[in-house]
């Protein structure tokens, strides 16, 4: 049987040198420019050369490939608005997108309400263990490790720790611990985020499982993926061999401390609001929700909302115009918008210039329902919102507050 | 003085089964509570779940949908598409720190006015139970007690 899993690096020294991990993915990216395999690279680059300022990029030509090399841990950047509203949802390019597992995922969301066309895109998955504001991690590199924040060259996240690499070539180490007791946290919603390997995207690529070679682990995902990464490596760009099974063990092994550290961290953190009273709880969530200014800022960086016609606006008379805070029903109509589909990608919370922590209420929502309807969101493009579908055997349940229906359907 | 609160209830009544059903109880002449006020639907499958949000929202301290049993939907499956959006809607309000048992959801079929009379007299009872719904003063400004 033919093995999906690689451990893969440019056969470019150049690209190997600027590329983290063996550049595998730049090496990959060039190629697919370069022998007309898409017609443009979607990625994320640095503006003005700063690692805290990380923009979404749009390439056609495979001579600027390199501007997207390394991998940047300040940059929650999200790919997903800029396919469907700039890019026409690939409806006439073929493009090649790096992105994050929520990238992905929101990416398959906005497929299956056909606002993207799934098959003009080649997703590149790349392992994500998390990501920090670039506010939080300037301050961070300045004052937990008393470094310029402008001599930063690399960051990796390694073993808990964050591993930073100076202009001068000294590296300095801190452990993801001990900087949060300071106050220097990842993003809440990647803490709690337990998708760190991106398989609902062609190939999931990472350094888990490299052993410490210069090398990418690249696990394929669909038959494109395949289709894709034997075409580079007969043409010789990308250098492939197949995994040991110390490899794969240690990957499994690095993902599943990490998945475990996250599902604990959801745990803690979400039972936090599940062990307060109604009262309490909706005191709570009152008093950070009329801090809302209505900027509607949730609402446009939300990578799944996307009606044209939306019901927050005044004429559709369920919010009234001019008011702040808003009616409540503002952030209700939100969160029941997203609730089932929710892939806990943090943009709602990154633009909110009130910080209400909204990724906390839409997990909240969200963890109930994947586990009423079983439901995971983004996860496979041929499973329906589960609030747009019914299923015949529904039919002969008669039950009208049944909480397990897709259990009782099988 | 809880037992003079009489809680405003809204009432969502498919057009096929559950009016039917409603206006079976009353030319029978079966007494129930006047607390509640009735919307009629096409289809249960018509409601939003905006549409109890936006109730919950204004000053009214219950909402209960009635509609066909299932595999009897006039439309076919108009109910059961409720059925997953109330699931929803209650884990939204309990998730925000609303008792989800202000909302109900429950089938009424046109022959079953007695059944009607019944649920309305249940739905009266919890609601007056629970009190008024903190919602509303949220909404009118004046936060939570």
Redesign the interface.
């Known amino acids: 049987m033919k093995t999906n899993l690689y451990l893969a690096w440019s056969s470019d020294r150049k690209i190997q040198e600027t590329g983290n991990s063996g550049g595998a993915v730049t090496a990959l990216l060039k190629f697919a420019l370069e022998h007309k395999k898409v017609d443009a690279v979607l990625a994320v680059k640095k503006r003005n050369n700063s690692r805290f300022d990380a923009v979404p990029t749009l390439i056609t030509d495979p001579g600027l490939i390199h501007e997207t090399a390394g991998t940047l841990h300040f940059a929650p950047v999200s790919m997903v608005k800029i396919v469907k509203n700039y890019l026409d949802g690939a409806r006439n390019m073929k493009i090649a997108v790096t992105c994050k597992p929520c990238d992905a995922r929101a990416i398959i969301e906005l497929a299956k309400r056909k606002q993207i066309q799934l098959e003009n895109l080649f997703l590149i998955g790349l392992n994500c263990s998390g990501t920090f504001l670039p506010t939080v991690a300037e301050q961070m590199i300045s004052e937990a490790y008393g470094e310029n924040p402008q001599d930063l060259v690399k960051e990796e996240v390694d073993n808990g720790k964050l591993i930073i690499t100076l202009k001068d070539g000294s590296t300095r180490e801190k452990d993801l611990e001990e900087l949060a007791q300071k106050g220097f946290e990842m993003r809440e919603n990647c803490l709690r985020c337990s998708y760190k390997i991106p398989r609902m995207a062609d190939i999931a690529c990472g350094k888990w499982g490299n052993s410490g070679k210069e090398a990418t682990f690249i696990e394929i995902c669909s038959p494109k993926g395949h289709e894709f990464l034997d075409a580079a490596a007969e043409n010789g760009a990308l250098v492939m061999e197949a995994a040991t099974s110390e490899q794969i063990e240690e990957r499994k092994q690095e993902e599943t401390a990490a998945v475990e550290n996250a599902q604990a961290r959801e745990q803690k953190e979400l039972d936090v609001l599940k062990n307060y009273s109604p009262d309490e709880r909706l005191k709570f969530w009152s008093s950070h929700l009329q801090r809302c200014i209505k900027c509607f800022g949730c609402r446009d960086a939300c990578p799944l909302c996307y009606c044209k016609d939306c019901y927050l606006e005044p004429y559709r008379g369920c919010v009234a115009g001019g008011e702040t805070p808003p009616d409540i029903m503002f952030q209700l109509i939100r969160l029941s918008h997203v609730a089932d589909s929710c892939v806990n990608c943090g943009q709602c919370q990154d633009v909110c210039p009130m910080e209400i922590p909204l990724t906390r209420l839409y997990n909240c929502l969200n963890r109930e329902l994947v586990r009423i309807f079983d439901y995971q969101p983004g996860v496979d493009v041929n499973q329906y919102p589960p609030l747009t579908i019914v299923t015949d055997q529904e039919l002969f349940i008669d039950a009208p507050d049944i909480i397990n229906i897709t259990s009782a359907a099988e | 003085m809880s037992n003079s609160f009489e809680p405003k209830i809204l009432a969502f009544l498919c057009n096929w089964c559950s009016y039917a059903g409603a206006d079976l109880a009353g030319v029978s002449r079966m007494q129930y509570p006047p607390n509640i006020r009735v919307v009629r639907f096409m289809c249960t499958g018509r409601i939003d ?2 549409f109890i ?2 109730a919950l ?1 204004s000053g009214v301290d219950g909402v209960i949908i009635a509609g066909c ?3 009897e939907c006039h439309y076919g ?1 108009g109910n ?2 409720t ?10 309000l ?6 989800p048992a202000r909302l ?4 009424v079929a046109a022959s079953e006015g007695p059944k009607f009379a019944q649920v309305i007299r249940d739905f009266t009872e919890e609601t007056k139970k629970l009190g008024l719904n ?2 509303e003063a ?2 009118r400004g004046e ?2 007690k």
């Open positions: 779940p905006l949000l936006k929202t049993h299932p595999s499956k059961l598409y059925r997953r959006r109330i699931l929803m809607t209650k884990k939204l309990e998730c925000i720190g609303i008792d109900r959801l429950e089938w903190p919602l949220l909404t936060g939570i």
